[in-house]
């Protein structure tokens, strides 16, 4: 695995170069990151900058499960010389998860700031939720507040053609 | 970026909770992540979700979130055309009709728009997606995207009562991007049995009910062509004094500007455009015959300097039709493939349409055949020719009600 060059941004300290950053999930779990792959997340960029001294940095909204996989997809986006299919088609099977696990990765990407991993994520539910009638759509994001029916009818009517 | 919203802490067993029907429970997801969602979906849909509850309602019509999607409208390259269709075969109202046209497939699917509120109104093609229609009396804004039509208060040129003749008016819309509004320019223009000329012009914001005046318009004969760009609208004319003129308003002050245009070039003769951004004048008289088409480009509006851009298509180009188009309508589309279009003005019944795509550094045109269902609706009327204009198509959820 090669690594890439420190970035050069006015923050960084150039007395401790990492390498390796160590992330501690909400459930006590602890993983590894290469500095170029945590680099993908705005969060961690501005945590390493400030911290030096290798403890890992906590992230108490990312259990351990998806805090793994956000891991594997920045890893993943670092890597050098890949080509753009390949990527491509690594995504779509990255997110080929059930409904509440790419819920998760969109409030761990919107948390850690990975704008990569929440435009993916953003576009698969927007795909998923396209032909999905309101009552669907009230299911699938377990949406409480709801109209009266004169309300309801009104919005109809105003946009009836986008009903037909 | 979404506001990072408290979680409480989840303990590994909670994600693995199955719910009573056997799927986990998704987590709720913040409201700007549902705007970074819903932004990506198309107008009819989002149309559609308004009525999934308040909040939602209240985010979808939301002039910020209109922002937001436009911004992304503009960002992508534009693929489809909208396409006006009438019979001028009749006598009286014209039946006009819209469609998307596929610049790849050359499909046309109808875009129903409510009635106009005359058969006979001027179309212009505004900006962000809307089009500006004028009938002489009533001007009407329309949002192809939500299918909305809106109509203009109505207002008078003021001329002197004593001032009487025929009179002919023109319309458009632009968007001032200082203020973010958007404004309709009208002018009227009367011709005096005695032979004088007299010219009005007015300005609306859209969202409000007057009109206002305005003052030292170098424009005093009718338009022959508009075009809006960001900030500015340009009228292409004709002056007694200075021959051939593009007038230009500046959205922001409400001031005109004036340009020549270059030597030997007649407003008459000539198409207003945008070319990578920049205006420039259109000639395209001599695309039958001689495959040319002549671009003068602005590239600098304090300069004042046109420049030649001359494109010879390849003479093969109108082969294998089985006739020579009789007159081609070209169309850049502001964010298109940077590819100029040629769509006939005249589709004839019984034969072959055909759309061309001319693309700029390969000198190469495609040929694609015009097709999709809706033709027969005007055959009704014994009709044997049909006008074709094409006009920028930006999806825009922007509401006419919200603006």
Redesign the interface.
Known sequence: MSSSPPPSSAAASPSCPKKMIALRS??GETFEIEEAAALQS?TLENMIDEDCAGTPIPL??V???ILAKVVEFCSKHAEPGVDDESLRAWDAEFVNV????V??Y??AA??L?IPTL?NLT??V??DM???K??DE??K????K???SPE??EE??R??H???E | ??D?SE?K????ED?EVSGRDG????????V???T???V??????L???????????SLISDPSFASSFLARSLARQAVTSLVSISDLSQPGPSLCQFFRLDHQTGLCAPV?LPDMPSNTAEISEGIHGFICLDDGGLTCVCNPS??EVAALPLTNPDFPDDLQGEMSSFATLGYDSASKQYKVLKTWILYSPYGGVAAAHKVLTLGTNSWRTVDDCPIKFPWDDCISEEGAIHILTRDSMRGNIVGTLDLASEKFRMLLLPEGVRAVKVELKLFRGHLALLESRRLRDNNTITLYVLDDYRSRAWKELRMVLPRSWKEDIGFPPRSLRISIPRNGSGDILLIPTIIYKQSVAYLFSYNVESKRVKKVQIHGPPFHIFYQYRTLSLECRPFDLVDNILSLNHV
């Open positions: 909400s459930d705005k108490p909204n259990t351990g499960k059930e409904q509440a696990t819920f998760d969109i409030l919107n948390f700031e929440l953003c576009n539910v927007a939720i396209r032909g009638t309101p759509i009230r699938f994001f377990n949406i507040s709801i109209f309300e309801e919005v109809r105003e946009n053609w986008a009903f | 970026m979404a990072k979680k802490l989840r303990s590994k994600d799927e986990a429970v998704s987590p709720e997801l913040p700007g992540i549902i970074d969602i819903l990506r979906l198309p107008v009819k849909t149309l559609r979700f308004k009525c999934v509850s308040r909040p939602w309602r129903p939500t299918r």
